[in-house]
């Protein structure tokens, strides 16, 4: 347990942190999860409009370092290679 002022603000502090990522992960999960479910019926149309909504809120919660900026671009860069696939 923190025993200094500075380490129960610091355990405040990553406690906070630690929900407020938690529900972005979520949501980031979320949209890829309704990607995959549109690319799993089969329409075209449907994925790339999920994958357009998913994109940005991706890259958002990249941006606040929830999700590494690497590891958006390789999961963007799957789904998008799958959307590819059902085109073709």
């Known amino acids: 347990m923190a025993n ?3 380490a129960r603000k610091r355990a405040r ?3 906070s942190r630690r929900v407020l990522k938690a529900g972005q992960r979520s949501m980031v999960r979320t ?3 309704r990607v995959i479910k549109a ?3 089969g ?3 449907q994925a790339m409009d999920a994958f357009k909504s ?3 809120v991706i890259d958002r919660i990249a941006d606040k370092d929830t999700l590494s ?3 958006a671009a390789r999961i963007k860069s799957r789904l998008n ?3 590819k696939a059902l085109a073709a």
């Open 4 to 6: 200094s002022k500075q």
């Open 13 to 15: 502090q990553a406690e």
């Open 31 to 33: 949209y890829i999860k």
């Open 39 to 41: 690319i799993n019926s």
């Open 43 to 45: 329409d075209h149309a």
């Open 54 to 56: 998913a994109q940005p």
């Open 69 to 71: 900026k690497k590891k």
């Open 81 to 83: 290679k799958r959307i």
